[in-house]
């Protein structure tokens, strides 16, 4: 059965890019996220994903960082069964499915309205797994979760989409309304962001990226002064590149000498409060 969505903005659409990219890397001989889930709902939605032109390289960078966040997300579930999660900007990302949280845990995934009823159709219900339709910059969506229990926040190809002020802004509200918690996000230099704006694979979501690029890891620790980096995760640097085909094996092994250069891809940022 094909399942017709309405129309997105383009805002919402950028969803696509990032679901066909878990979905191919699913059809990889050996994929690096795995997510049969995501190939099904591709398979599934009436929508042209051929003409995004994902290339290989966005396949790989887009499973590698779900990859490190659902890690980072499920080592913090492990430690906290009580938790609550969010995914902000969640797409129709199948992350909760994907970490299997026990049932003490309840998770929340937030985006635009539209999206959201698009997940409610798309994706199975779970009594833990919530939606909420909002814009993640209004501030009234956080009174409807929990705010007495640690948090997991995860928000995978939201970061470029917001102003620097609407993220910090985020972030501060997200800090007083959890007792402790973890952020776990996919950043961008100033140069990614260039390059985002200039690249053929991420040409259909260049013109709505706002936010300017973070070249210092540490920067949030300035905007709330609970943040405190956990880790920078250096993708190039990651075992799963050893799955990768070999010449971006050879790129990534090559990049992975320098930061600066292995900064120039996708960075995945890991902060606790
Ligand atoms: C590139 S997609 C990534 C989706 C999903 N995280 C994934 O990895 O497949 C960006 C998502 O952020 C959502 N988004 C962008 N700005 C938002 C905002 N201000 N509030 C809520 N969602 C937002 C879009 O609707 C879209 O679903």
Redesign the pocket.
Known sequence: MSVTLPT??P??E??F???YA?ALDNRRPHPILGDATADQIVRTTDYDYGQLKVDTNLVLS?ALR?KKLDQVASEFLARHPDAVGL???????TRFERLAPPPTVDWYD???PA?AAARQRLIPEHPNAHVIG?????PDWLDAVPSDRPAIIV????M???TQD?LVSLWNRLVSHFPSGEIVLNSYTRFAIWIAHHARGTKS?ADLVKFPGMDDPREPEGWNPKLKLVREIVLSREPEVAEFPAGWRRFHRLVAHSTALSRIGTIVLHYRF
């Open positions: 997105f903005t805002l919402e950028g969803l890019l990032t679901l878990r887009v779900a995914d902000l900007g969640a797409g129709l990302d937030v985006d635009f999206v909002a814009d993640v910059t209004d928000a995978d190809g939201l470029g989409f917001l609407e979501v």
